[in-house]
Structures are given as C-alpha cells and as structure tokens.
C-alpha cells in the first residue's frame, strides 16, 4: 500500500509541475504535442486540444513536449521573447509552490497550526549525542537561549560551528545538553519525532501568508543542505539529508499510517522541494534552461541552440547518475549501514 500512495504522490507532484509548463505554452499560443507523466511504455492515452496525453509506466518523470524547443526550431518557444521562455521555464516550479501551499495553509485552516517539539527516540551508540549527554524521552525547548517553536529547528545547531547548547526537558525537570559542533561532522547521532503540544486556529489567507513567509524564510538553508547532502552523495558518503524512490517509500508508508493530513504534508513537502531541485543550474533542468536563457541573454546569443543540447544530454546523463547514487543511498540507509 505505500507504493501505491508513493505512485499517487510522485504522480500528482510531476503532473502539476508539467501542467505549469503547458499552461504558460498555451496561454502564448505556443503548442504542445506531447504531455506525459512518468516514462517506458504508455498505459493511457488521450487525445485533447491538439496535445496528446499519455500515463506511461515508469513515474520517475515526465515531459511536456513544447513546439520549438528542438534545436534550430523558429516557430513556438523559439520565436517567444527572453521574458516569454523565461515564464514556460519556471512555470512549473510554480506550480509545485502553489500546490504546496495551498496543502498547507489548507492543512493549516482545517486543524490549526501544530506547535511541536522534538521528542529524542533514539540515541546512536558512540555519536556525538551520546558523548554530550543526550537520552531517549528528551524533549528539546531551545537552542543557544533561543526556544525553539518548531520540531523541525533541531537542525539550527548545524548552520554555524561552536558550542552548541540544548535545554531539554528529562523527568519533569530541565536538563541542559551542551557540545561543539566543528561543521564537518556527518550527524549529532538523535533520531526525534514531532510530538504536538498545541495548535493555533488561523484562516485559509493567515495560513496562506504564514506558509509562504515560513517556506521562503527557511529557502536557503534548504536550498545549502540539499546541495551539501547531493555533495556528499556524489562523494561516495552516506547521508540521511536527501532521499530518493527507496526512501521515499518508506516515508509514504509512515505517513500514510498517520492519516489523510500526513500524507498532505507530505505531498507539499515533495512538492517543495520539486521546486528547489528543479531550481538547480543543472543542464536538463528548468534551473540550467534557465542559466543558458540568461547568458544568452547577457552575451548576445553565444550559446548556440546545439551546445544547449549537447549540454541538455550530459545534464541527463549526470541525472541518472545521480539517481542511482541517491538509491544506494537509500539502501544503505535502510539497512542500518
């Protein structure tokens, strides 16, 4: 059963990212051909408004096929002004934000706001959590003084090197962890949960804004740890900051036993960091379209339509890669190594 909620959510979050490319196609009078959700052979196929739309087997992906995009193409995406590619490039990103969004302020307007701590569940032997003090039941309420509103801050100790202090509550009463955090560590060794400690009532536009201005604010640490778990990955090191098909299924398979709002979250929390990743100046993705779009914007047009190509395939080729290396990852992950 949590492959099939992985397939429904891997499914949804690359059909509203494609869906954001074809939009912004149609609405400048530019044709798609083609729209297709995951690769391989079709299951399904539909014929409508000049587009034919196919469900293929493999829902690891998926493509909209914009008229001239094909190098030495004038007519469609060709012929469209730098500000016209511009719109189809990012549009699919987007989408994945507003779908993310919306999940969320959703979530939020429905059963409120959770205020959450960390609950430490477990302690890894002979980490860095084990030598500072750190025990299964504690639960984190600050960081360097700071009180920490949100489960998922724990990982605030990471984004400088120094002493790092923890207040937690053990037994009833406060207890403080203290270690030094030199920045080149692979993990503090905890695993936590979110436990609830309360919730706050907001409407659908409070929650909107809220979501948003959370989402934008926490960016560029994302955005740093992404890049530094890929880095790690393409280092042959093992990381638990990214995961791929392997351990997103069994994240799905958690969710889902939670509830319909768990795996709600879950969906905008793909869908966001869809966004970020497709965002990445990487040949093949929307972030490197876009990278070349404004080069040749700055030069004049010296990155011809064949380099772009050329560029395009090795961006594919390093994909694949990259996916791989993220599978073992996870395997390696899932096996305790």
């Known amino acids: 059963m949590s492959f099939l909620w992985f397939l429904l959510i891997i499914s949804i979050s690359i059909f509203v990212?494609?869906?954001?490319?074809?939009?912004?196609?149609?609405?400048?009078?530019?044709?798609?051909?083609?729209?297709?959700?995951?690769?391989?052979?079709?299951?399904?196929?539909?014929?409508?408004w000049g587009t034919t739309w196919r469900l293929n087997a493999i829902p690891l992906g998926g493509y909209a096929e914009i008229d001239g995009m094909m190098p030495g193409d004038t007519h469609g995406y060709a012929r469209l002004s730098g500000l016209g590619k511009f719109f189809i490039l990012v549009a699919g990103v987007a989408m994945n934000l507003a779908l993310a969004w919306g999940v969320l302020a959703g979530l939020a307007s429905v059963q409120g706001v959770p205020q959450t701590r960390a609950v430490v569940t477990e302690v890894l032997p002979g980490s860095l959590a084990e030598q500072a003090g750190f025990r299964v039941g504690d639960r984190i309420l600050s960081l360097n003084g700071e009180p920490l509103q949100?489960?998922?801050?724990?990982?605030?100790?990471?984004?400088?090197?120094?002493?790092?202090?923890?207040?937690?509550?053990?037994?009833?009463?406060?207890?403080?962890?203290?270690?030094?955090?030199?920045?080149?560590?692979?993990?503090?060794?905890?695993?936590?949960?979110?436990?609830v400690v309360g919730y706050t009532r907001l409407n659908f536009f409070q929650a909107l804004?809220?979501?948003?201005?959370?989402?934008?604010?926490?960016?560029?640490?994302?955005?740093?740890?992404?890049?530094?778990?890929?880095a790690r990955i393409l280092a042959g090191q093992q990381t638990q900051g990214v995961a791929g098909p392997v351990g997103i299924v069994g994240i799905t398979g958690q969710a889902a036993q939670q509830g319909p709002a768990a795996l709600l979250s879950l969906l905008a929390i793909i869908n966001l960091s869809l966004a970020v990743f497709n965002l990445l100046p990487i040949p093949g993705?929307?972030?490197?379209?876009?990278?070349?779009?404004?080069?040749?914007?700055?030069?004049?047009?010296?990155?011809?339509?064949?380099?772009?190509?050329?560029?395009?395939?090795?961006?594919?080729?390093?994909l694949i890669l990259l996916i791989v290396l993220v599978t073992i990852n996870d395997l390696r992950n899932l096996v305790g190594g």
Not at 152 to 161: A, G, K, L, N
Not at 168 to 177: F, I, N, Q, Y
């Open 17 to 48: 990212h494609e869906l954001g490319h074809y939009l912004a196609a149609r609405l400048q009078g530019v044709g798609v051909k083609n729209f297709g959700v995951g690769f391989g052979p079709t299951l399904l196929k539909l014929e409508r």
């Open 150 to 195: 949100s489960y998922d801050q724990v990982t605030r100790f990471r984004q400088s090197p120094g002493e790092k202090v923890f207040v937690v509550l053990r037994d009833g009463a406060e207890a403080t962890v203290r270690f030094y955090w030199d920045g080149t560590q692979e993990r503090l060794g905890i695993v936590y949960r979110a436990e």
């Open 209 to 230: 804004g809220r979501t948003v201005g959370e989402t934008l604010g926490a960016a560029p640490r994302f955005v740093q740890e992404l890049v530094g778990s890929l």
């Open 285 to 318: 993705l929307d972030g490197g379209r876009i990278l070349v779009l404004g080069l040749n914007a700055l030069t004049g047009g010296r990155i011809r339509p064949e380099l772009e190509a050329r560029l395009a395939y090795g961006g594919f080729l390093f």
